[in-house]
């Protein structure tokens, strides 16, 4: 935007409120939707339900599959290693 002109197309997007449905955040992730429904299962990463069948995933939410996939994929941590480490960081 020109300098001095105020952002009138600015959108203020809560990090923590669910916009992503399941399917989009298995693709932003390249992470199969049956591994995102079970970390839910697990309560490793719980997003907020649409209706009864939904889930809905926060950017804050995303941000933390991406740790999980980190530590999974690339320190071979377990899930119940991973729900230790997100515990010990809250």
Not at 35 to 54: A, I, Q, S, Y
Not at 69 to 80: H, P
Request: proline letters at 6%; a negative charge.
């Amino acid at each position: 935007m020109a300098e001095g002109k105020p952002d009138k197309f600015h959108v203020h997007i809560d990090p923590n409120e669910p916009l992503f449905i399941i399917s989009v955040v298995s693709e932003m992730l390249d992470m199969p939707i049956w591994t995102l429904r079970k970390l839910d299962e697990l309560g490793v990463v719980t997003p907020e339900r649409m209706g009864k069948r939904t889930r809905c995933y926060s950017q804050e939410q995303i941000r933390v599959l991406k740790y999980v996939q980190y530590l999974m994929e690339e320190k071979g941590v377990n899930v119940s290693g991973v729900k230790i480490i997100l515990e010990m960081g809250e």
